[in-house]
């Protein structure tokens, strides 16, 4: 059964620094997302992108988050200058444009942390 | 931003018996409801659907009930076994607006007995 998989499924990371997390989303979706967990939360849409070009973003989505499809086949989320409060699990998640539209297949994860 | 509720962050049955998870809502635009499925150190995982157009939508052994003038949509799980043990998250979206942004609840941590 096709999935989405994410990488890597830990980062440890400094303040400050760069990260990118990646995701391969399933072969024939057309639409991709973000969404994060921070620890004993609820889960929280960051983005979607459709087309090459972000459709929707959160609040959260400020300037230090980007996101990017490189090469047809992975999906990255970028985040410019990490700060304490990114420490969160980081789902990636993908869907067909033509069904539910609501219904997202999950990767399994890329937790993040913070120092 | 607490548009999707669940208020019951644990819920331990018997095994066999019947699981319900409920979980309320405030935005009437919400056309499209799910409930997903999460195991720890897992990605959330589809388990089912209604459109509000709907009030009954039944898949072998899940059941989710809408019930639009409440706000208010519920999972039953019959018979429950103990691999449905896990978090379950609520979630909605106006589907044809917003490509698919879902919102989720807090989640209910499901424990199974045997």
């Known amino acids: 059964e096709p999935e989405v998989t994410q990488t890597p499924s830990h980062q440890v990371t400094q303040m400050g620094q760069e990260v990118i997390l990646r995701c391969v989303p399933i072969s024939n979706h057309l639409y991709f997302y973000w969404y994060r967990q921070i620890l004993g939360q609820k889960v929280e849409f960051l983005v979607s992108f459709y087309n090459n070009e972000i459709s929707e973003k959160s609040e959260i989505f400020d300037d230090q988050f980007s996101v990017e499809r490189p090469d047809g086949s992975n999906f990255t989320l970028k985040i410019r200058s990490t700060k304490l409060e990114d420490s969160a699990m980081y789902f990636c998640a993908s869907s067909r444009r033509d069904t539910s539209g609501g219904e997202l297949f999950f990767g399994e994860g890329s937790r993040l942390t913070v120092l | 931003d607490q548009q999707v509720k669940q208020n019951s962050p644990s819920l331990s049955v018997q095994e066999g018996r019947i699981s319900i998870l409920n979980c309320d809502y405030t935005?009437?635009?919400?056309?499209?409801f799910l409930w997903y499925k999460k195991y720890p150190a897992e990605g959330p995982t589809f388990l089912i659907s209604i459109s509000s157009i709907k009030d009954k939508n039944e898949d072998g052994r899940f059941t989710v009930f809408l019930n639009k003038s409440a706000k208010h949509l519920s999972l039953h799980i019959v018979p429950s076994q103990p691999g449905d043990s896990a978090v379950y998250f609520c979630?909605?979206?106006?589907?044809?607006?917003?490509?698919?942004?879902?919102?989720f609840g807090q989640g209910t941590e499901l424990s199974v007995k045997p």
């Open positions: 979630a909605a979206s106006v589907r044809h607006n917003q490509g698919g942004k879902l919102i």
């Open positions: 935005n009437s635009m919400f056309d499209y």
